[in-house]
């Protein structure tokens, strides 16, 4: 046998926690190595590993790092895991069933050779070069199964029995070698049992060294050699510590050894060892060319003849490593999405361009599902993303370098991220361009990449995951089983792509068992999609998931690894878009000035999808001749325009030709909007789907079920020109009257949120083609000479919004009416609808986009009413928040304090001291409720900011006048705390050093959030914080209610607190209920009671207060005529004295 080396550098040695882990008995993780072992000759003439034998030890070796356990650090660092490893004791033994599962087995590589027992003596060396320690030993006869391992002799420099893991790896610490050369005798067969690995640490650079034995054939030199060689058959040992140097003086080294060619890995060796004698080490002579052992039929006994073995002994080998196969079908998948990423196009072979031309990068931030706020929210499966203010969106944002990071997860884990973002907003080209950065060696980590539409996975028949890989992809790839093998193991290097998952129909129960974890048998596209999702199909691989947010893929959020939710562009986005789309840069230049003469639209340039219409529709102006570009004002002016531009004709007359297929298509896309489905299914003349896929409205796409191999579907280009030919449907069809169509624009009708957002869009656009005036191109579709359509329809809908009730609108429906009555233009409508709205309007939990912002402050603007707006929670961006800022008849809005203080900078560094002024007097935080250690930290940065009196100094020049204090700080009144008993004592701490500015407080809650479970609903302030608070309640002169329950104070906290309660000369309520106030404490509050003139309640219900508690209290009411009642109900107090005292007043109440 010859030995191999390959040197893995291992991560930091400075953190050696994970040792610990390795040495305690009760930890369930235990470890095993799985078992590889001879390298091909391409990797010996390097470091003797090959890329899948490298990776599997960088794996094996990572394992080690990421153990993560609180227990004492392991001594000796890599000496530690050697140390452990050669432990005897049975229950640490390393159980490789218990390390990797079935498929990690197969990952190595498996071998079988049938040989009879070999005469010639293997034998193996080490050598020791510097501080470097190269080790191998005999290997004793192992059983998979066996639970323990022979005991170290460390005395001795010769170690009797190796010690050998279950997967067949040595490990052998460096104290444990002997310097000079070790090579025993062996006799016996290679058989299934044990492979020949070792690992070996290398002192002088800290590294782990995989040493693997590679068996040769008997190899002699030839005569006449310079050198005399050793029969193989006889085995030397030197007795001496000097190391074997060759012929020309230099240290022989392991790695300068060929491999052997054409021999792999073996799944175990077993080899016996015969106790001989041992000899003189004499001088080897190492062959030039590689030799190969093994063979499939048996051998007669070999010896050694002086001459070279003229038959290599040839094994049985089971590869899965990256073959000329491999290789030719990752090129091929590449030259596919080559051609299905390169380019771009606004609608099917319109406006096409290269991707990497007009390719601009979108926001993207690290989203959290939780629970939803309703009363369904215990449901596991009801999640939504986490709405972030400005300052938590920039920290947790994401580009492409870093989307597949996903912390905590081992190589054979699947891994699943979720893209979610609205229709538009930039998925679908995000999910091209990691397809085009792949194709051009970018995203290295995936060998394959395999992208579905996931419209194209309804059709499909029963496929086993092999045919749905490569038959959309690679339908003539022959020879697919050895592609499919390779990635099956090597599944971390597979990302599958699930593009617009709310296209495929059957979505629900992906979750629910009987799952599909066998990659061979057929199944349903969706028994596969819910074997990937359930992490138990093709394990190890990445799978990214594209969806639109609140839709179907909603109840799969808390299963998924990584979410990532897609924003769309910024301002500094939408201007470079404009600079890579037209190559004239003063082209690009007049089109953003249209924009900033139109600001809805420019509202809606966010949405890339609808920047590049609006890009489309200036482009066309131009090549028509317009010399100065104009936009329109509303989003249906802007689809009726591509609309015809699309269509390339001038009404009425070119119109009128296609008015027949127009009406069939607009049904058709009405039908998919209620089935919440974008395919287009109920098409059924020809002429009508040629006319549309002509003119960009329909795309094809292939459809991959049975009989239908070679067909191709139809989908609409884009959600948004369906929803516009849906509003075309509803407005002229006649099968719709004008009752169905209440139902349809009926802003009170509960619908499934699924199909809200769809029917939103229809709407709007209905309501803005009902209020078109003299629009030719309209009139070709209702040129009936009965009453016309258009007309009926256009009163009924304004009926129906002029006499809706605004105010009783949730705030996702008043907002869809804002926009319908925007699209109107009438300004009448949006009179009307601004005097029926509530004067405090709150949208928290509600997103706000751009579009929202700018039609909610178009119908406030026309109120005559003053409003208070909460923003909270709602996403907007700092150009919101200071356009709500700036509208008069807002007196008060209220954002996060970041946000808020954004907004402060943002406006002190562009000198804007007016809307300055004006934010700091209108930001309001009351009441403010501490729900988080992050509230507190909000806070008191809001605190320091009044201290400092900063951003004040910038408007002592402005018409309001100079301020000089945080309004904010000064008008906060109610301050409620409400952390729990985990982050209530420590956030309370923080809390009582910022209670001293709040003057001005009034009521102070420090009751715990409402629960059904009351442990859990109790913040546990407990004595200490009492005597806290007792510190400053002098400071809190306005304070008019004070609550304290269940706070779990007791009789220390409630005489520290009576020390101070007088100072408050305005508190009307006090509130000590539910805690553990002793007759003590009752005595002491029953003496300040008279001088707190101010007081009209008192509660101490449910505390520990007895009988002679009860009397003191009753007494004291005799001087205290200003209270009204007071509540004194305890279990501790006796029914007789209950009964007495409240004979003796009234005022008690025992309730």
Same mark, same amino acid.
């Given at each position: 046998m010859r030995s191999q080396s390959g040197t893995i550098e291992l991560p930091s040695l400075k953190d050696h926690s994970y040792l610990a882990s390795l040495q305690e008995d009760q930890h369930s993780a235990q470890m095993a190595l799985p078992s590889t072992c001879v390298q091909n000759a391409e990797a010996a003439n390097a470091t003797?590993?090959?890329?899948?034998?490298?990776?599997?030890?960088?794996?094996?070796?990572?394992?080690?790092?990421?153990?993560?356990?609180?227990?004492?650090?392991?001594?000796?660092? !890599?000496?530690? /895991?050697?140390?452990? &490893?050669?432990?005897?004791?049975?229950?640490?033994? /390393?159980?490789?069933?218990?390390? $990797?599962?079935?498929?990690?087995?197969?990952?190595?590589?498996?071998?079988?050779?049938?040989?009879?027992?070999?005469?010639?003596?293997?034998?193996?060396? #080490?050598? %020791?070069?510097?501080?470097?320690?190269?080790?191998?030993?005999?290997?004793?006869?192992?059983?998979?199964?066996?639970?323990?391992?022979?005991?170290?002799?460390?005395?001795?420099?010769?170690?009797?029995?190796?010690?050998? %893991?279950s997967a067949g790896f040595q490990f052998i610490s460096s104290n444990a070698l002997p310097p000079q050369v070790i090579s025993l005798p062996v006799n016996g067969t290679i058989q299934t049992g044990a492979p020949a690995c070792l690992l070996v640490l290398n002192k002088s650079s800290s590294n782990l060294e995989i040493i693997t034995l590679v068996t040769t054939s008997p190899v002699h030199s030839p005569p006449g050699s310079a050198q005399g060689v050793p029969s193989p058959n006889v085995s030397a040992i030197p007795r001496d510590t000097s190391s074997v140097?060759?012929?020309?003086? +230099?240290?022989?080294?392991?790695?300068?050894?060929?491999?052997?060619?054409? *021999?792999?890995?073996?799944? +175990?060796?077993?080899?016996?060892?015969?106790?001989?004698?041992?000899?003189?080490?004499?001088?080897?002579?190492?062959?030039?060319?590689?030799?190969?052992?093994?063979?499939?039929?048996?051998?007669?006994?070999?010896?050694?003849?002086?001459?070279?073995?003229?038959?290599?002994?040839?094994?049985?080998?089971?590869?899965?490593?990256?073959? @000329?196969?491999?290789?030719?079908?990752?090129?091929?998948?590449?030259?596919?999405?080559?051609?299905m990423s390169q380019h771009s196009y606004i609608c099917h072979e319109h406006d096409e361009m290269l991707l990497e031309d007009i390719y601009v990068d979108v926001t993207m931030v690290k989203g959290q599902a939780e629970n939803k706020s309703a009363k369904n929210s215990t449901k596991c499966l009801d999640k939504e993303c986490r709405i972030y203010d400005i300052a938590e969106r920039e920290r947790g944002a994401v580009n492409m370098s870093n989307l597949f990071d996903i912390s905590g997860k081992r190589r054979k884990e699947t891994k699943v991220v979720a893209l979610l973002g609205r229709a538009g907003i930039g998925k679908s080209v995000l999910v091209q361009r990691i397809c085009h950065d792949w194709v051009n060696g970018y995203f290295r980590q995936f060998e394959f990449v395999f992208w579905f539409k996931c419209r194209t996975l309804n059709f499909a028949k029963q496929y086993s995951l092999k045919d749905l890989l490569f038959q959309p992809f690679l339908p003539s790839l022959k020879n697919t089983d050895e592609v499919f093998q390779y990635l099956c193991h090597n599944s971390h290097k597979v990302l599958l792509i699930f593009d617009d998952f709310e296209d495929f129909q059957?979505?629900?129960?992906?979750?629910?068992?009987?799952?599909?974890?066998?990659?061979?048998?057929?199944?349903?596209?969706?028994?596969?999609?819910?074997?990937?999702?359930?992490?138990?199909?093709?394990?190890?691989?990445?799978?990214?998931?594209?969806?639109?947010?609140?839709?179907?893929?909603?109840?799969?959020?808390?299963?998924?690894?990584? !979410?990532?939710?897609?924003?769309? *562009?910024?301002?500094?986005?939408?201007?470079?878009?404009?600079?890579?789309?037209?190559?004239? %840069? %003063?082209?690009?230049?007049?089109?953003?000035?249209?924009?900033?003469?139109?600001?809805?639209l420019l509202s809606f340039c966010y949405v890339p999808l609808l920047c590049r219409f609006i890009c489309f529709v200036l482009k066309a102006m131009r090549r028509s001749g317009d010399m100065?570009?104009?936009?329109? +004002?509303?989003?249906?002016?802007?689809?009726?325009? !591509?609309?015809? /531009?699309?269509?390339?004709?001038?009404?009425?007359?070119?119109?009128? &030709?296609?008015?027949?297929?127009?009406?069939?298509?607009? @049904?058709?896309?009405?039908?998919?909007v209620q089935r919440h489905e974008s395919v287009c299914i109920e098409s059924r003349s020809a002429e009508t789907s040629n006319f549309a896929l002509t003119h960009g409205l329909l795309r094809p796409f292939l459809m991959t079920g049975e009989g239908k191999e070679q067909e191709c579907g139809k989908t609409f280009s884009h959600s948004f020109l369906q929803n516009f030919l849906g509003g075309l449907h509803v407005l002229f069809s006649e099968d719709i009257k004008c009752?169905?169509?209440? @139902?349809?624009?009926?802003?009170?009708?509960?619908?499934?949120?699924?199909?809200?957002?769809?029917?939103?869009?229809?709407?709007?656009?209905?309501?803005?083609?009902? *209020?078109?005036?003299?629009?030719? $191109? &309209?009139?070709?579709?209702?040129?009936? +000479?009965?009453?016309?359509?258009?007309?009926?329809?256009?009163?009924?809908?304004?009926?129906?919004?002029?006499?809706?009730?605004? #105010?009783?609108?949730?705030?996702?429906?008043?907002?869809?009416?804002?926009?319908?009555?925007?699209?109107?233009?009438?300004?009448?409508?949006? #009179?009307?609808?601004?005097?029926?709205?509530?004067?405090?309007?709150?949208?928290?939990?509600?997103?706000?986009?751009?579009?929202? =912002?700018?039609?909610?402050?178009? =119908?406030?603007?026309?109120?005559?009413?003053?409003?208070?707006?909460?923003?909270?929670?709602?996403?907007?961006?700092?150009?919101?928040?200071?356009?709500?800022?700036?509208?008069?008849?807002?007196?008060?809005?209220?954002?996060?304090?970041?946000?808020?203080?954004?907004?402060?900078?943002?406006?002190?560094?562009?000198?804007?001291?007016?809307l300055l002024h004006l934010s700091l007097v209108k930001f309001s935080v009351n009441p403010f409720e501490v729900k988080s250690l992050k509230d507190i930290d909000d806070l008191d940065l809001l605190v320091q900011i009044h201290k400092e009196r900063r951003f004040l100094s910038c408007t002592h020049n402005t018409s309001g006048g100079e301020l000089h204090e945080l309004p904010a700080v000064r008008t906060l009144q109610m301050l409620e705390f409400a952390l729990g008993p985990v982050n209530g004592p420590q956030g309370f701490r923080k809390l009582t050093k910022i209670l001293p500015a709040l003057a001005f407080l009034k009521y102070l809650d420090l009751d715990g959030p409402s629960s059904q479970n009351v442990e859990m609903s109790e913040n546990k302030i407990g004595d200490e914080g009492a005597e806290r608070l007792a510190e400053v309640l002098s400071n809190l002169t306005s304070l008019e209610k004070l609550t304290l329950s269940r706070n779990q104070i007791a009789d220390r906290g409630a005489q520290e607190l009576a020390r101070s309660l007088p100072n408050l000369k305005f508190l009307r309520t006090l509130s000590l209920y539910d805690n553990i106030i002793g007759d003590k404490g009752a005595e002491k509050l029953a003496e300040i009671l008279p001088v707190m003139k101010s007081l009209k309640v008192l509660d101490v219900k449910f505390n520990k207060i007895t009988d002679v508690g009860a009397q003191r209290l009753t007494q004291s009411l005799k001087n205290c005529p200003h209270i009204e009642t007071i509540w004194l109900w305890s279990p501790t107090i006796t029914h007789w004295m209950s009964a007495h005292i409240q004979q003796i007043d009234v005022r008690i109440n025992l309730q």
């Amino acid at each position: 046998m010859r030995s191999q080396s390959g040197t893995i550098e291992l991560p930091s040695l400075k953190d050696h926690s994970y040792l610990a882990s390795l040495q305690e008995d009760q930890h369930s993780a235990q470890m095993a190595l799985p078992s590889t072992c001879v390298q091909n000759a391409e990797a010996a003439n390097a470091t003797g590993l090959d890329g899948n034998h490298y990776e599997l030890y960088t794996e094996i070796l990572d394992d080690f790092c990421e153990l993560e356990t609180c227990c004492e650090q392991y001594e000796g660092g !890599i000496e530690g /895991i050697l140390k452990y &490893l050669q432990d005897p004791r049975p229950l640490n033994t /390393i159980a490789l069933e218990q390390y $990797f599962d079935e498929d990690m087995l197969l990952e190595t590589q498996e071998l079988t050779v049938r040989s009879t027992p070999l005469s010639n003596a293997a034998c193996y060396s #080490s050598y %020791s070069t510097n501080n470097e320690t190269v080790c191998q030993k005999s290997i004793a006869p192992s059983d998979r199964k066996a639970k323990s391992r022979k005991r170290v002799n460390k005395e001795n420099s010769i170690i009797n029995g190796p010690i050998v %893991s279950s997967a067949g790896f040595q490990f052998i610490s460096s104290n444990a070698l002997p310097p000079q050369v070790i090579s025993l005798p062996v006799n016996g067969t290679i058989q299934t049992g044990a492979p020949a690995c070792l690992l070996v640490l290398n002192k002088s650079s800290s590294n782990l060294e995989i040493i693997t034995l590679v068996t040769t054939s008997p190899v002699h030199s030839p005569p006449g050699s310079a050198q005399g060689v050793p029969s193989p058959n006889v085995s030397a040992i030197p007795r001496d510590t000097s190391s074997v140097i060759s012929n020309a003086g +230099s240290p022989v080294s392991p790695v300068d050894s060929p491999a052997t060619q054409g *021999f792999s890995c073996p799944q +175990s060796i077993d080899i016996q060892s015969s106790p001989e004698s041992v000899t003189s080490a004499q001088p080897v002579d190492i062959p030039t060319t590689p030799v190969s052992v093994g063979s499939g039929t048996p051998y007669p006994e070999m010896e050694s003849s002086g001459e070279e073995s003229s038959e290599p002994l040839t094994p049985t080998v089971k590869i899965y490593t990256k073959t @000329k196969g491999v290789e030719a079908c990752i090129e091929a998948v590449r030259e596919y999405l080559k051609d299905m990423s390169q380019h771009s196009y606004i609608c099917h072979e319109h406006d096409e361009m290269l991707l990497e031309d007009i390719y601009v990068d979108v926001t993207m931030v690290k989203g959290q599902a939780e629970n939803k706020s309703a009363k369904n929210s215990t449901k596991c499966l009801d999640k939504e993303c986490r709405i972030y203010d400005i300052a938590e969106r920039e920290r947790g944002a994401v580009n492409m370098s870093n989307l597949f990071d996903i912390s905590g997860k081992r190589r054979k884990e699947t891994k699943v991220v979720a893209l979610l973002g609205r229709a538009g907003i930039g998925k679908s080209v995000l999910v091209q361009r990691i397809c085009h950065d792949w194709v051009n060696g970018y995203f290295r980590q995936f060998e394959f990449v395999f992208w579905f539409k996931c419209r194209t996975l309804n059709f499909a028949k029963q496929y086993s995951l092999k045919d749905l890989l490569f038959q959309p992809f690679l339908p003539s790839l022959k020879n697919t089983d050895e592609v499919f093998q390779y990635l099956c193991h090597n599944s971390h290097k597979v990302l599958l792509i699930f593009d617009d998952f709310e296209d495929f129909q059957d979505h629900d129960g992906l979750l629910q068992p009987p799952t599909c974890s066998s990659a061979e048998r057929p199944r349903t596209a969706r028994q596969l999609l819910a074997g990937l999702l359930q992490k138990t199909l093709l394990k190890g691989c990445t799978v990214l998931i594209t969806a639109r947010p609140k839709e179907t893929f909603n109840q799969y959020l808390g299963r998924v690894d990584k !979410i990532v939710e897609v924003l769309g *562009f910024s301002p500094g986005h939408i201007e470079e878009f404009l600079h890579r789309y037209f190559e004239d %840069s %003063s082209l690009a230049a007049e089109a953003m000035a249209r924009l900033q003469e139109q600001r809805y639209l420019l509202s809606f340039c966010y949405v890339p999808l609808l920047c590049r219409f609006i890009c489309f529709v200036l482009k066309a102006m131009r090549r028509s001749g317009d010399m100065r570009l104009a936009l329109p +004002s509303t989003l249906t002016n802007l689809f009726l325009n !591509i609309f015809q /531009i699309l269509l390339h004709c001038k009404p009425p007359n070119d119109t009128a &030709l296609h008015k027949q297929n127009m009406l069939e298509l607009c @049904k058709c896309a009405f039908s998919g909007v209620q089935r919440h489905e974008s395919v287009c299914i109920e098409s059924r003349s020809a002429e009508t789907s040629n006319f549309a896929l002509t003119h960009g409205l329909l795309r094809p796409f292939l459809m991959t079920g049975e009989g239908k191999e070679q067909e191709c579907g139809k989908t609409f280009s884009h959600s948004f020109l369906q929803n516009f030919l849906g509003g075309l449907h509803v407005l002229f069809s006649e099968d719709i009257k004008c009752k169905g169509l209440s @139902k349809i624009i009926s802003l009170e009708h509960k619908k499934r949120k699924s199909q809200e957002d769809w029917l939103d869009i229809v709407r709007r656009f209905l309501a803005g083609l009902a *209020f078109q005036e003299g629009n030719a $191109f &309209l009139n070709c579709f209702s040129n009936h +000479s009965k009453a016309n359509v258009k007309n009926r329809k256009q009163k009924s809908l304004q009926r129906y919004l002029t006499e809706l009730r605004a #105010s009783t609108l949730s705030t996702g429906k008043l907002l869809e009416l804002c926009h319908c009555v925007y699209e109107t233009q009438s300004t009448e409508l949006a #009179s009307r609808v601004a005097a029926k709205l509530s004067e405090k309007l709150s949208f928290r939990g509600m997103r706000l986009t751009p579009p929202d =912002v700018f039609v909610l402050l178009h =119908v406030m603007q026309r109120s005559p009413s003053n409003f208070t707006v909460d923003l909270r929670d709602t996403s907007i961006d700092l150009q919101g928040i200071k356009q709500f800022a700036e509208l008069k008849n807002v007196t008060s809005f209220r954002v996060s304090i970041c946000d808020a203080i954004k907004l402060w900078e943002h406006l002190e560094q562009t000198g804007l001291c007016e809307l300055l002024h004006l934010s700091l007097v209108k930001f309001s935080v009351n009441p403010f409720e501490v729900k988080s250690l992050k509230d507190i930290d909000d806070l008191d940065l809001l605190v320091q900011i009044h201290k400092e009196r900063r951003f004040l100094s910038c408007t002592h020049n402005t018409s309001g006048g100079e301020l000089h204090e945080l309004p904010a700080v000064r008008t906060l009144q109610m301050l409620e705390f409400a952390l729990g008993p985990v982050n209530g004592p420590q956030g309370f701490r923080k809390l009582t050093k910022i209670l001293p500015a709040l003057a001005f407080l009034k009521y102070l809650d420090l009751d715990g959030p409402s629960s059904q479970n009351v442990e859990m609903s109790e913040n546990k302030i407990g004595d200490e914080g009492a005597e806290r608070l007792a510190e400053v309640l002098s400071n809190l002169t306005s304070l008019e209610k004070l609550t304290l329950s269940r706070n779990q104070i007791a009789d220390r906290g409630a005489q520290e607190l009576a020390r101070s309660l007088p100072n408050l000369k305005f508190l009307r309520t006090l509130s000590l209920y539910d805690n553990i106030i002793g007759d003590k404490g009752a005595e002491k509050l029953a003496e300040i009671l008279p001088v707190m003139k101010s007081l009209k309640v008192l509660d101490v219900k449910f505390n520990k207060i007895t009988d002679v508690g009860a009397q003191r209290l009753t007494q004291s009411l005799k001087n205290c005529p200003h209270i009204e009642t007071i509540w004194l109900w305890s279990p501790t107090i006796t029914h007789w004295m209950s009964a007495h005292i409240q004979q003796i007043d009234v005022r008690i109440n025992l309730q």
